[in-house]
Each structure stands twice: as C-alpha cells, then as structure tokens.
C-alpha cells in the first residue's frame, strides 16, 4: 500500500492518470456524506484499486475497483479486514452515497 502525504491538494493527486481518475470518483463520492472531510489516499496497485480515507475518528473508507464499483468500510473495521471484503467481490451499491 502506498499511502500520500497530508500535505498533497486534492488536484496532485498520487499514482497514475487511471489511479487518480478512482480516486477523484472516491473522493466525489465522499463529498456526498461528508462534504468537509479530510480525505487521505491509499494506493492498493496489487488490486487494481484506491482507497479514499476520512482521516478522523468515525470516519472510514471507500475502496475503489478500477471498474469503478465501490465498497464502504466504516472506521471500526481496520483496512485489511475492509480488503479481504473487497477482494472476495463484496461491493456497496453507488446509489447510497446520496
């Protein structure tokens, strides 16, 4: 995993044009929940996916699927345990983040 430092704007976004087109769908996706969030990145190459991350506490993480499917992952769960979802194909339908 390979994690942006704090201090990136949202237009310098890390990774490579498709890692980034994710991310900012992440992110948009975000903004609807929680339109002031300070969002953090996570790149995951070795699942062709990112992580959008709310950085406080009660916050979580959207994963996103280069396909552009998404699973949310509330602070409770750790990471690894919202992957193991992810890869086993569990998604969150895009229609609830309204």
């Known amino acids: 995993m390979t994690e942006s ?6 237009d310098a976004l890390p990774g490579d044009p498709e890692q980034r ?3 900012r769908f992440g992110e948009e996706l975000y903004r609807r929940i929680a339109p002031d ?3 953090g990145h996570v790149l ?11 950085r406080v506490r009660g916050g979580g993480t ?10 949310f992952s509330g602070s409770a ?13 569990r998604r ?5 983040f309204r």
Request: charged letters at 25%; aromatic letters at 2%.
């Open 21 to 23: 087109r994710l991310l």
């Open 77 to 89: 769960l750790d990471i690894s345990v919202a992957l193991i979802d992810f890869r086993a194909g």
């Open 44 to 54: 995951l190459p070795e699942d062709d996916a990112v992580a959008v991350v709310h």
């Open 62 to 71: 959207i994963l996103v699927a280069a396909d552009r499917s998404v699973l």
């Open 92 to 96: 969150t339908p895009v229609e609830r």
């Open 37 to 39: 969030a300070d969002l």
């Open 5 to 10: 430092p704090p201090e990136k704007a949202a």
